[in-house]
């Protein structure tokens, strides 16, 4: 006896494309492959960025290195920071001081209890 309704693994087939059963069939082609191509592509494309980051910041440092050469500006160099201020006898008698404010900025709570 032939039926006219198709059996269901039929129809199954039927409705998968090529595409389902080869991922099917080998996932890491459909997943594993694209994501190692990503991260690989991905790092191609940001090398460059990269690059010209670190060249942007070298630029700086050489013009910040050239206006030092050019200008009276002497180096600070702790060692020497230290037994000038050792010489100068003030090492131990300084005391923390509140900088000055304007009188608009003074009471900066009692804004906000208002």
Known sequence: ???????????RKMRTSRMQRLANK???????????????????????????KYEVQDRRQR??????????????NLQEEYFRMKTKGAWGEWEPKRVGRPPEEEPVFDRYDK
Do not use: D, N
């Open 1 to 11: 006896m032939h039926s006219e309704i198709p059996s269901k693994t039929w129809v």
């Open 26 to 52: 080998h996932p890491f082609l459909c997943v594993g492959l694209p994501f190692l191509l990503a991260v690989v592509g991905g790092s191609f494309v940001l090398l460059p960025a990269q690059q010209t």
């Open 63 to 76: 013009m910040a290195s050239l206006e030092e050469l050019k200008g009276t500006k002497r180096k600070f």
